[in-house]
């Protein structure tokens, strides 16, 4: 079977593509937590900058982004290979739409949280870290998961510009196939790609399931706790009746 036989060049590219898309996940949220500091800021100074850029970023087509990174930085001096053009330009892509997700999602809880946790002392990171940001994650994650499964798919882009991911390394298949035996494997090799970036997706929206249903279990857990009632005090009778 020409996949068999082939295994070791598609095996290459999709260790290829698992690398692109970690690589690629990982600075799209740093760049996300980033832009979504400077979204949040109560200054326009400071706030209105990041999101004119922020803007700017997700109204860019992806294959514009990737081909402009790859083919005009080298003219101001930056040159990168197409691993790290690829990564760079779906990296600031993804972060400028995660920011929008993480802002929405902070924006969710209310005022009165963080009150509450400047008045028990957790100011700054230590109040977002645990009092707002485990709110807002309910919010957050269905939205920032579908992301992350766009940002693998966006991996695929990386063929344009030479990157050896899964789908580059099925197009070298499939010429170096139909010219070789003749007929070409299109139908059979484009379908078992398709079948591992499902799986590759799927995979990464079950977890993100199962993250879900945590928080949403702590969450209630918690409002439950906030509204089961005081306990009851029994009067204590007088000493020395």
């Known amino acids: 079977m020409l996949l068999v036989e082939y295994r070791y060049v598609l095996l290459e590219g999709f260790l290829q593509t698992l690398a692109l898309s970690l690589v690629v996940v990982v600075t799209a949220t740093m760049v996300a937590i980033v832009m979504a500091y400077g979204l949040t800021r109560p200054s326009r100074w400071a706030n209105r900058p990041v999101f004119a850029i922020v803007e700017v970023l997700r109204d860019i087509p992806l294959m514009v982004a990737v081909l402009l990174t790859y ?58 870290l645990f009092i707002i940001l485990p709110q807002a994650m309910p919010v957050i994650l269905p939205p920032y998961v579908g992301l992350v499964t766009a940002l693998i798919q966006a991996t695929s882009l990386g063929a344009v ?22 007929g070409s494997p299109a139908f059979l090799v484009y379908g078992f790609i398709l079948i591992v970036y499902f799986l590759l997706c799927w995979v990464v929206s079950r977890a993100g399931q199962v993250l879900e249903r945590r928080f949403d279990r702590s969450g209630a857990a918690k409002a439950r706790t906030e509204e089961s009632p005081a306990p009851r005090q029994h009067p204590v009778d007088a000493v020395g009746r």
């Open 161 to 182: 510009v030479g990157v050896h991911e899964l789908l580059r390394s099925a197009q070298v298949l499939i010429e170096q196939t139909t010219i070789s035996r003749g």
């Open 71 to 128: 083919f005009v930085l080298p003219r101001i001096g930056i040159a990168l290979d197409p691993f790290w053009s690829t990564t760079v330009s779906i990296s600031l892509w993804g972060g400028a739409n995660g920011a929008q997700i993480i802002r929405a999602g902070l924006q969710s809880v209310p005022a009165a949280q963080r009150e509450t946790a400047a008045a028990f002392g957790l100011r700054s990171w230590k109040g977002l």
